[in-house]
């Protein structure tokens, strides 16, 4: 260790060489991390319960003016600190890094007596703003409590860091040429606490567009409002699933658009309705003392058949001699897969109608419920092939997948406000301070 402290000693003054010359620690900060209108001075070690702590001075260019901190123009320097502010920043080498400079206050002829405005930090924020924009890069990849533990900060440190970059990034974003959305709702809590989750559906930019709490009307209601109503006009193309209170925000807001309903979850209750069919039909075989044929069939009539194992293949080629509701009923989930093949709207409508009428003829009262909802919703059904297949709520259910790895990374999250800060910077494509050198 002894040796180790020497070393940096060394490096300190000038260990580090750039084509046999010898170059100090302050150029390398310069190169790095130039503050326009500052210079970097001493650098020594502060020894503190943590650990070594490195300190560098931060010291304003000679004849060079403040800058106000209200209005940002140059004014006279009206009195200096006697201590330094300390201000943290990237760590070296695992040693925490510290920027020491001696506030100024400027005598401003608009806004008076005010503390001089200084480039790498807001505020009073002790964090270097590159040392925040460095955290919440790492906090994307990592939970923000594995951040905080590897470089040696506290949790409220990397919350206040992304707080700070997506702020930062929805007041440049740009979403002026946003033409297809996507709506669907996430479980986040336990007890039935869900979010509205509205995505970017246009080619070349997918990305979360906005988050709310809950899944109710005034909840949609709130994202319409916040993006105006000239916005909603150029949206063209939404995706959404079956819940009432999206198919009547959606109706009200963006008549005009082409509503297309979610082949995911059209799919997904379908399936669900042939489950119902098969578990009942198999409790009533048990209780007649029938041979439990059905028995281990479930992921046979649920999965498509490429994707079937060797055996499940087999089980359901033994069972399809059968002739029992719940091979009626996967025939029938064959036969509307046949549906999404076309490419006509009308053709597609047709075939739609024939396989309505065979379901209800069916007398399988899981599949004849599904029957109706589709053809309550089939005009919004056929609109997939109006949009000629290119959006779809395939896009939407991978964000879902990323919003829950999400949550179960960091173990879930207390309040709504946090997972709003981490959806918007793991998924919202926000754009990000441009930086001399980047550290991560």
Known sequence: MKHWLLFVKMFLKKDITNRGEPMLIESVLNRC?????????????????????????????????????????????????????????????????????????????????????????????????IYQQFLANWA???????????????????????????????????????????????????GHKYLTVIYQLDEGCRRLLWVGKDRTVRTMLRFFRMFGEEWSQGIRFVCSDMWKPYLKVIRKKIKDAVHILDRYHIVANLNKAIDEVRAEETRRLEQEGYEPMLKHTRWCFLKRNKNLTAKQGIKLKDVLKYDLKSVRAYLLKEAFQVFWEYTSPYWAGQYLNQWITRAMRSRLNPVKKMAKQIRRHRELILNWFKAKKKFSSGIVEG??????????????????????????????????????HRFW
Not at 147 to 162: D, G, L
């Open 33 to 129: 991390h130039k503050i326009n209108g500052f210079v970097y001075g001493n650098v020594g070690w502060e020894k503190s319960k943590e650990g070594n702590i490195l300190e560098v001075e931060v010291r304003p260019r000679k004849n060079t003016k403040g800058i106000c901190s209200k209005c940002r123009r140059p004014s006279a320097t009206y009195d200096t600190a006697k201590n330094p502010r300390r201000f943290e920043f990237i760590p070296l080498w695992g040693y925490a890094v510290v920027l020491l400079y001696r506030m100024r206050r400027v005598s401003c002829k608009d806004c008076g007596i005010r503390v001089e405005y200084i480039p790498w930090a807001d505020g009073k924020h002790q964090l270097c703003r």
């Open 140 to 190: 994307r990849r990592l939970s923000w409590s594995e951040t905080a533990n590897i470089f040696k900060t506290s949790w409220q440190s990397v919350r206040r860091s992304v707080e700070w970059m997506v702020h930062w990034g929805l007041g440049r974003r740009d979403v002026k040429d946003v033409t297809a959305i996507g709506v669907d709702e996430v479980q986040y809590q336990r």
């Open 399 to 436: 964000f879902n997948t990323r919003i829950k790895l999400s949550i179960r990374k960091s173990c879930g999250f207390r309040s709504f406000d946090v997972i709003e800060l981490a959806l918007y910077h793991t998924l919202g494509a926000l754009p990000e301070p441009q930086v001399t």
